[in-house]
């Protein structure tokens, strides 16, 4: 693991992001913002799962109204995500929220862009610069407010960096130059409470993205790769291009982007983390993968384990073996652990035999053994 990437510290809400701060974990509301319930029930599930900054949707006036109701009820830091209309960033901004989301490729106008960070500078309220493939500006029209197609902007014609000829434009290129272009504005402004993130689906374009940009600027990164897939493959691309950046020490804040459960968004994002050795908040779960040797279903036990061990806020190590011979052995660096064998279990802590259950007993008895380690990490604390 490289030594993080140094940058200039802001607070988003009460959360620190950048200098020397954790990376923390957020997620987007799947809700319609103007439902402020079903909204609010949204974010406190996913506080409970341990997400520390929530993002909101803002497709019109009544939206950016609404999440002023929206702050009232809920503990973490809300983010306006803030696409084509101005004004909404500055309803938003009246709504008290905590960060805006600007996309530079959708408000180009600099005019405006300004207007609305004199009020963003006004509240001390941070600015998420946030690039996106899929929603570039036109190639030779970064901050031109009008006069091309969508569909004739070019982007999709520029190669990536690993495709292109000595000196030629690049994807990475222009979504570095849309980057800096918009962080120009900010600067002129005086204003420094800035996040950036340069989001692709494709992982070398993302990767590349972020790591040419680091280069340039101080500011903290927030990372992502866009529209990433459902939990099982969004997850292990996630995985791949947001472990690379973390491990090079570059990253400050991520999102996993999932067509999920956003709770599922959270959990993959602090499993990212917890495998880097970057955080150490809750259980770490070691399985076997099974195989002929075992004598239970060591799918289903270590899934249910998965499921159970959610609520564990401890930096935990837990084992589920499926060969009670040589489990505790092969998992002995783990907090505790179940080692399953022929209609009974052994538990065991640290390599070591605690105590031998009943097949039928097992799920509990390792639980209580779990409860147990937590309230001594706990007392410890």
Not at 331 to 352: E, S, Y
Request: proline share 4%; net charge negative.
């Amino acid at each position: 693991m490289r030594k993080r990437r140094v940058t200039k510290a802001l607070n988003v809400g009460d959360v620190k992001i950048g200098g020397d701060a954790p990376v923390t974990v957020q997620s987007m509301t799947k809700t319609d913002t103007r439902d402020v319930k079903a909204t609010v029930d949204e974010i406190k599930g996913l506080e409970e799962a341990g997400c520390e900054i929530i993002r909101c949707a803002v497709p019109d006036m009544e939206a950016a109204q609404a999440l002023a109701d929206i702050k009232k009820q809920i503990k973490i830091p809300l983010v306006a995500d803030i696409h084509f209309h101005y004004q909404l960033a500055l309803e938003s901004l009246k709504s008290g929220v905590d960060c805006l989301r600007l996309n530079p490729g959708n408000i180009r106008d600099r005019d405006k862009v300004e207007q609305i960070v004199r009020e963003a500078k006004a509240r001390r309220v941070p600015i998420r610069i946030g690039v996106n493939f899929g929603s570039l500006p036109p190639v030779g029209g970064i901050g031109a407010t009008g006069g091309i197609s969508r569909h004739t902007d070019g982007v999709n014609t520029l190669p990536k960096a690993g495709e292109a000829e000595p000196g030629q434009y690049t994807v990475v290129d222009h979504m570095v130059e849309t980057g800096l272009w918009e962080i120009g504005i900010l600067e002129a402004l005086d204003f420094d409470l800035i996040k950036i993130s340069l989001k692709a689906f494709d992982i070398d374009t993302t990767v590349e993205a972020y790591r040419r940009l680091g280069d340039l600027v101080p500011y903290p990164f927030h990372l992502g790769i866009t529209e990433a897939g459902t939990a099982k493959s969004g997850s292990i691309r996630s995985a791949i291009g947001l472990g690379m950046l973390l491990y090079d020490g570059i990253g400050d804040t991520i999102r996993v982007s999932l067509s999920d459960d956003s709770r599922e968004e959270v959990y993959t994002g602090f499993e990212i983390l917890k495998a880097l050795e970057i955080r150490k908040d809750g259980a770490t779960l070691v399985a076997c993968p099974s195989c002929g040797r075992a004598d239970v279903d060591i799918r289903a036990l270590a899934n249910d384990v998965d499921k159970m061990l959610r609520e564990i806020k401890s930096p935990i190590k837990v084992a589920v073996m499926g060969c009670e011979v040589n489990g505790p052995g092969e998992a002995k660096d783990a907090d505790v652990g179940i080692a399953a064998g022929a209609g009974r279990a052994i538990i065991f802590r640290k390599g070591r035999k605690s105590r031998i259950v009943d097949e039928s007993e097992m799920l509990t008895a390792l639980m209580e053994e779990i409860r147990i380690i937590e309230s001594e990490v706990a007392a410890k604390v």
